[in-house]
C-alpha cells in the first residue's frame, strides 16, 4: 500500500466508523476538536514567541495583544476542555457499566463549546478585541482601545462555551445519580455522597467502613465538575456584566466608573478563574493519573485508596479559598486574605498534589516490572510537569516574592506554561494512547518510533521553553509587554526554540493519529452512527 493510499485508508485498513457506538463517535468528536484547537494555540503561541524576538511586520500592538487575549482561551476552552470532556462523558459510564444518561445533550455539548470557542476567537482576529492588554480581565471596558462589536462578539462566544459547560455538568451528575430504564432503583443520594467525597470522610469516624459506591476516578471527576460548574456561573456572570457595559455604551451611559466596585470584582473574577486553575486542572490531572495507573499496572485498587479520597475533597475544598494570590500586589486587598489566602491555604496545594504524586508512584512501583509504554512514559512526564509548575507557584504565593515575580513571564513561563503543556497536556495524551485503542476498535498506531519522537520533543521543548521564559522574568522582562530594542532576545531565541520543538511535536502526533485512522476515518467520526445503542462500546455477539 502507497504512503497515499494508507493516508486515506489508514493503517492495516484503518478506522472503521460503521461499527463504532454513538459514545465513540461523541467521544472522538470532542478530542479530534481538541486537538485542531491545541494546535492553533500552539501556532499562535509561536507567533508570539516570534514576535518578542523581533516584532514581525505584519502584526501591529493591537493584533498581537488580541492574539495574547484568545491564545489561553483557545488553549483551555477550546482543547482541554474539549479533549476533557469527550473523555470523561465516555468514561463516566464506560467505569460505572451503566449508559450515559444523553446522549443527544452530549452532542449539543461539543458543538456549543467548539462553536463558541470559534466565535471568541474571531472576536481577536476579525476585531482585534484584546482585554488581556488590561491587567485585570475582562474589566474596564475600554471603548478607546476596542470596538463594541468586538466585545459583544466575544462575549457570545463565552456564552456558547459556557452552555456547553453546563451541559456537560449536568449530563455528567445525571449519569452518576439516575436509574437506566429497566434497572432496579439507584440509591441516588448514596451515590451523590460517594461522588462528593462525604461518605469517604464519614469513614474516618466510623468503625464498620462504607463500601464506596464510586470508583475513585468516578469521585475525581465529580469534584472536578463541581469546580468547573462553579467557573461557569462566575464567567457567565462576568460576561453578563461585560454586555451590560457595552450595551450601555452603545446608548453613550458610561458604567465603567460608577457601577461596579472593581476590588469586589476582581476577588470574584479570580475565585472563580482560579476554580479551574488550582481546582478543576489539579483534581481532574489527579483524577486522571489514578486511573491511568490502575490502567497501566491493572491493578483494582489504588495505593492509599481512602487517603487519595481524603485528599481530593481536601484539594477542592481548598480550590474555593486560594484566589487571592493573584491580588497580593493590590494595594487595596485585605491584608487578612492575602496572608491566609493568598500564602497559608495556596501552600495546601503542595499537600494535597505531592500526596497524588506520592500515591501513584508508589502504585507503578509496586506492580514492577512495567513495560514503558506510551502511556506510561506520558504519564510520567505529566507528574513531572506538575513537580516543577506547583513549586514555582508556590514561590511567587509570598507576599515578598509576589510584587517581583507576579506580573512577569516568571508566572507565565515557569508556572503557567509547564503546568499547562507538561503537567496537563502530556497527562491528556497518555489518557488519549489509552483509550485510542478503546474508541477506536483496536485500530493499531502507525509508527511506534514516531509516538518516541513525538514524546522527547514535547518534554524536552516543554519544560525548556518554561524556563527560559522564567530566566526572563527573573531578569525583569514583564509579561504582557513587548521589547523593541532586543533586552532579552537570547532568552526569547531559546524559548522560541523550544517552542518550535513543541510545535513539531504536535504535527508529529497528529501525522501519526491520521496515518493510523486514515482520512476516510476521521471523516466517519462525523457521520451520524449506524449502530444504536446508548451502551459506550458494541454488545459482543452471543
Known amino acids: 500500500m502507497s504512503l497515499m493510499q494508507k ?60 492574539i495574547m487575549t484568545v491564545h489561553p482561551m483557545v488553549g483551555i476552552f477550546g482543547s482541554s476542555y474539549m479533549i476533557v470532556f469527550g473523555a470523561f462523558l465516555f468514561l463516566v459510564p464506560f467505569l460505572m457499566k451503566k449508559p450515559i444518561y444523553s446522549i443527544k445533550l452530549a452532542n449539543i455539548s ?26 485585570y480581565w475582562p474589566l474596564p471596558v475600554d471603548m478607546k482601545q476596542f470596538t463594541t462589536i468586538g466585545g459583544i462578539v466575544y462575549i457570545v462566544g463565552v456564552v456558547g462555551i459556557m452552555i456547553g459547560t453546563f451541559l456537560f455538568t449536568y449530563n455528567i451528575f445525571k449519569t452518576i445519580l439516575y436509574t437506566p430504564e429497566g434497572w432496579e432503583k439507584q440509591p441516588a443520594g448514596a451515590l451523590l455522597r460517594s461522588a462528593l467525597g462525604l461518605e469517604g470522610l464519614l469513614n474516618f469516624f466510623r468503625r464498620e467502613k462504607k463500601e464506596h459506591l464510586v470508583p475513585l476516578p468516578i469521585a475525581a471527576i465529580s469534584r472536578g465538575t463541581i469546580d468547573m460548574g462553579l467557573n461557569a456561573l462566575v464567567i457567565s456572570s462576568a460576561g453578563v456584566l461585560i454586555l451590560i457595559y457595552l450595551l450601555g455604551s452603545l446608548f453613550g451611559i458610561d458604567l465603567k466608573d460608577t457601577w461596579v466596585d472593581a476590588l469586589l470584582y476582581k ?60 491580588l497580593m500586589s493590590d494595594q487595596c486587598q485585605s491584608n487578612t486574605l492575602k496572608v491566609l489566602s493568598g500564602e497559608v491555604v495556596t501552600a495546601f496545594e503542595l499537600v494535597t498534589q505531592g500526596i497524588a504524586v506520592f500515591i501513584v508512584l508508589v502504585t507503578l512501583y509496586r506492580a514492577r516490572p512495567l513495560k514503558m509504554t506510551n502511556e506510561l512514559k506520558f504519564l510520567l512526564g505529566g507528574i513531572l510537569g506538575f513537580m516543577l509548575a506547583v513549586p514555582a507557584g508556590i514561590i511567587q504565593a509570598d507576599l ?49 518510533k514516531l509516538a518516541n519522537i513525538h514524546f522527547w520533543l514535547h518534554l524536552i521543548g516543554g519544560i525548556g521553553m518554561g524556563a527560559f521564559m522564567g530566566m526572563a522574568g527573573i531578569d525583569g522582562m514583564l509579561r504582557r509587554s513587548i521589547y523593541y530594542n532586543g533586552e532579552y532576545s537570547t532568552y526569547m531565541i531559546l524559548a522560541g526554540i523550544c517552542g518550535a520543538m513543541m510545535l513539531l511535536a504536535f504535527v508529529i502526533f497528529m501525522y501519526n493519529i491520521i496515518m493510523s485512522v486514515g482520512i476516510k476515518g476521521l471523516i466517519g467520526i462525523y457521520k451520524p452512527a449506524t449502530i444504536d445503542t446508548r451502551e459506550c462500546l458494541k454488545p459482543e455477539k452471543e
Open 7 to 66: 493516508l486515506i485508508e489508514g493503517n492495516e485498513g484503518g478506522l472503521k466508523h460503521e461499527t463504532m457506538t454513538p459514545m465513540q463517535k461523541i467521544a472522538l468528536r470532542f478530542v479530534v476538536i481538541g486537538l485542531l484547537y491545541y494546535g492553533l494555540a500552539a501556532l499562535e503561541g509561536m507567533i508570539m514567541r516570534m514576535h518578542e524576538i523581533k516584532p514581525i511586520p505584519l502584526i501591529d500592538e493591537s493584533h498581537f495583544f488580541s
Open 110 to 135: 461539543w458543538i456549543s463549546v467548539a462553536g463558541g470557542t470559534f466565535i471568541m476567537w474571531l472576536a481577536g482576529f476579525l476585531f482585534s478585541y484584546a482585554p488581556l492588554y488590561t491587567l
Open 267 to 326: 476577588n470574584i473574577f479570580w475565585w472563580g478563574l482560579d476554580l479551574v486553575a488550582d481546582g478543576l486542572v489539579l483534581i481532574f490531572v489527579a483524577g486522571t493519573w489514578y486511573l491511568l495507573a490502575m490502567l497501566i499496572t491493572g491493578t483494582k485498587e489504588l495505593f492509599m485508596q481512602n487517603i487519595a479520597r481524603a485528599a481530593l475533597f481536601v484539594e477542592m475544598v481548598v480550590s474555593w479559598t486560594v484566589w487571592s494570590h493573584h
Open 400 to 448: 515578598g516574592m509576589n510584587r517581583i515575580l507576579h506580573n512577569t513571564q516568571w508566572v507565565i513561563g515557569n508556572h503557567v506554561h509547564v503546568a499547562i503543556l507538561v503537567g496537563l497536556t502530556m497527562t491528556l495524551y497518555s489518557a488519549i494512547y489509552v483509550l485510542f485503542p478503546i474508541l477506536t476498535n483496536g485500530v493499531k498506531l502507525y509508527s511506534q
